[in-house]
């Protein structure tokens, strides 16, 4: 199975498979400040998010030896999401998880990524709004 059927077929189902080599790397509940959105009161200050991520990850075909080098990092990860919201403001919840998505597909090894953005502070009546799109590599 190439890299691209493993990736579709392992995805959505966020399940790690030893016989396909396939890991999941994840970030739950990632509360950070983005200057995020469209309205005029929500470009004056930032506003609370919540992240999550899950990849996709091909395993290395190698002992690990407890080296950090030799796994996907979830702190890099972290630290490119938080580099990611840095650069600025951006308009669109779906423009910012694709920016962090794109950003995780870089990793060679990390075949698929799930990003899920919340914005718990936007309707009293609701816990949270936002988008989760999920993306391959191409």
Known sequence: ??????????MSGGIACARRGIAHIFVRD???????????????????????VDLTVRERNEPLEDNIHKVVSYEKVVNHIREVIARGHVNLVETL????????????YVLAARVR?????????????GIEIE????
Request: glycine share 2%; charged share 30%.
């Open 97 to 108: 998880a694709e920016m962090i998505a794109l950003e995780c597909l870089k990793n060679p």
């Open 117 to 129: 953005i919340e914005k718990p502070d936007i309707f009293p009546e609701a816990r949270s709004v």
């Open 30 to 52: 990632l509360e950070l400040m983005a200057h995020l959105g469209v309205h005029d009161f929500e470009k004056q200050k930032p506003q609370r998010v919540i992240i999550n």
């Open 1 to 10: 199975m190439d890299e691209e059927n493993t990736a579709a077929s392992v």
């Open 135 to 138: 993306r391959r590599r191409p």
